[in-house]
């Protein structure tokens, strides 16, 4: 209630030629008639003009394309124009989204509300097009397994997921992404829940290519080493984003340069083989948006070492960087 009150005074202040208020409604389906029903636009719209505010267009959710009756009562009922009514049905992707709106020149009545100058041209959206029916079109698949400590509710790795779907356009690959419980993959699994870790191991030698994300606390991390040793003794893809690079640097430690005892400062201080420590300029008691955040200037402390010759032998490297720990060389 009080951002609609606050979006009713910012639409006075402003006035009618500076303010569009879009509203987004779904247009149900309901029981086997198959009937587009505008009764929840039609109240919501009351509703809300009652607190002040009027729609100036519609974005109306559904299944199927809106038919044409559908619109002219909304227009009637609501008091839109039908040419301001926009319909946003189930499309094979998101990105066909703005090629659904730009089809129905939801520009041009954005830019009539405003009374703006048209200075350009209609979108021509062709690289969007083309990445929208790319994928589409994908028909190689490339199973991905996303090992990680929250696997029970995917939307925990929203962007990693939105990243390979990206990804996989360019690479004209589609990613079958496969669910691993890093805790399920290590030995104490394999004794209280057998069948878990059975599975689990399946799905991880059955990838094409292993993804270990981001994460906090220790629990899960030894089975997310074991999976990252799997990686380099079979040579499967690897890649690990933040907590993921943490993995890989103590697996390689400790079972390629033989620090058995190799571990993170963020699971184990005591620990005499440190690989990954806390950043200097970091807080090791104070946690909370303690995170280096943005641009930081590392040095190589070996000019000739492989990180160096991928950037093309410079003395230091500036890169985002958005984590507290740094690598032990």
Not at 124 to 147: F, G, H, P
Not at 180 to 204: C, F, G, N, Q
Request: charged share 20%; glycine share 6%.
């Amino acid at each position: 209630m009080p951002f609609i009150e606050a979006l009713r005074q910012l639409s006075f202040s402003l006035g009618k030629d500076n303010f569009c208020l879009i509203h987004v409604s779904l247009v149900p389906v309901l029981g086997v008639v198959g009937e587009q029903k505008t009764k929840p636009t039609q109240h919501s719209v009351r509703e809300l003009r009652a607190l002040g505010l009027t729609p100036d267009l519609l974005a109306c959710r559904s299944a199927q394309p809106l038919i044409g009756s559908a619109k002219e009562k909304l227009s009637q009922f609501c008091h839109v124009p039908v040419e301001n009514i926009l319909n946003i049905h189930d499309v094979p992707n998101i990105w066909h989204v703005p090629l659904i709106l730009r089809n129905q020149k939801a520009h041009e009545a954005i830019i009539k509300q405003l009374n703006l100058s048209r200075s350009a041209g209609p979108p021509e959206l062709r690289d969007w097009t083309l990445m929208a029916e790319s994928y589409d079109n994908l028909s190689t698949s490339v199973k991905i397994a996303l090992v990680g400590k929250y696997t029970n509710l995917s939307d925990s790795y929203l962007s990693v997921v939105k990243a390979l779907l990206h990804a996989s356009v360019a690479c004209s690959q589609k990613p079958s992404i496969q669910w691993v419980s890093a805790s399920d993959l290590e030995d104490a699994t394999a004794a209280s829940a057998p069948d878990a870790h059975t599975k689990a191991w399946e799905t991880l030698k059955g990838s094409s290519c292993i993804l270990i994300p981001g994460g906090f606390g220790d629990r899960g991390i030894s089975g997310m080493i074991l999976a990252a040793k799997y990686a380099r003794e079979n040579k499967v893809p690897y890649l690990g984003i933040c907590l993921g690079m943490q993995i890989s640097v103590i697996e390689m430690s400790r079972h390629v340069l033989g620090l058995g005892n190799a571990d993170s400062e963020e699971f184990n201080t005591d620990t005499p083989d440190c690989v990954v420590m806390y950043m200097p300029e970091v807080s090791k008691t104070h946690l909370g948006n303690t995170m280096r955040l943005g641009c930081r200037r590392t040095f190589f402390r070996k000019p000739d070492c492989l990180t160096s010759k991928l950037y093309g032998n410079p003395p230091h490297v500036d890169e985002r960087h958005r984590h507290r720990y740094e690598g032990q060389s």
